[in-house]
């Protein structure tokens, strides 16, 4: 079973920033959060991960909370090419084999 | 950024045929690759583990008869399903990992089995 849970599906405005939630409570203290989306009829594309501190890279932003439980996407500025499934994962290494759970359907509204 | 590579894109073949979808890492070698499937509305699905030079480790559920599953250099994986019926109707995708680094998806393979 996927070890995270994530809502069905969400809509945001174009050129909103999109927050995109996760809960992760039984995560491990050597697991990273990662994420990964996947637009329609493609493979799965890597968009970022952490273990402890928030991160930022070019295509987003990764907040974990605290204590691990839980953590928040941000796409600062959506796009409608942003529409996609987004995948929360939580592994331990980059080695593992990764169990997608059922992830959350972005609709970016023009 | 690392590059993984499926072939073919898509593939339409008769019931009971059998059809090879290959996955390659095209700029690092990769020890182990995944299989995925995934049906319309649904996630992805591990069908099984694909380490060079040894048999592939299956999930639970999956036939490792049907599929089957070629790790033969540190760049290519193939994965054979036999006599395939409409109901293997699906978008298969493999991952490389590129030890100590990442893993990457490959663009996926679409089946289609009439």
């Known amino acids: 079973d996927a070890k995270t849970t994530q809502p069905t599906s969400m809509d945001c405005a174009e050129g909103r920033a999109a927050n995109l939630p996760c809960n992760h409570s039984?995560?491990?203290?050597?697991?990273?959060v990662y994420w990964y989306r996947q637009i329609h009829s493609q493979g799965p594309q890597y968009i970022i991960h952490g273990l402890k501190n928030n991160e930022t890279n070019e295509m987003a932003s990764l907040i974990i909370t605290e204590d691990r439980k839980s953590s928040t996407l941000i796409l600062p500025h959506a796009t409608l090419r942003d529409t996609a499934v987004y995948y929360c994962?939580?592994?331990?290494?980059?080695?593992?084999?990764?169990?997608f759970g059922k992830g959350t359907r972005l609709h970016i509204l023009p | 950024g690392a590059v993984v590579s499926q072939h073919p894109s898509w593939v339409i073949c008769k019931s009971g045929t059998s059809v090879k979808i290959e996955c390659r890492s095209l700029?690092?070698?990769?020890?182990?690759m995944f299989w995925y499937r995934q049906f319309p509305k649904q996630s992805l699905m591990l069908m099984a583990t694909?380490?060079?030079?040894?048999?592939?480790?299956?999930e639970q559920g999956v036939e490792k008869d049907k599929f089957l599953i070629n790790h033969a250099s540190l760049t290519l994986s193939t994965l054979t399903v036999t006599s395939a019926h409409p109901e293997d109707s699906s978008f298969y995708i493999c991952s490389a990992v590129d030890p100590g680094v990442e893993q990457y998806f490959g663009p996926g393979t679409r089946l289609t089995v009439t």
């Open positions: 039984t995560i491990s203290g050597n697991e990273y």
């Open positions: 994962i939580v592994r331990v290494i980059r080695d593992d084999k990764i169990i």
């Open positions: 700029d690092f070698q990769a020890t182990t």
């Open positions: 694909s380490n060079e030079g040894s048999k592939a480790t299956y």
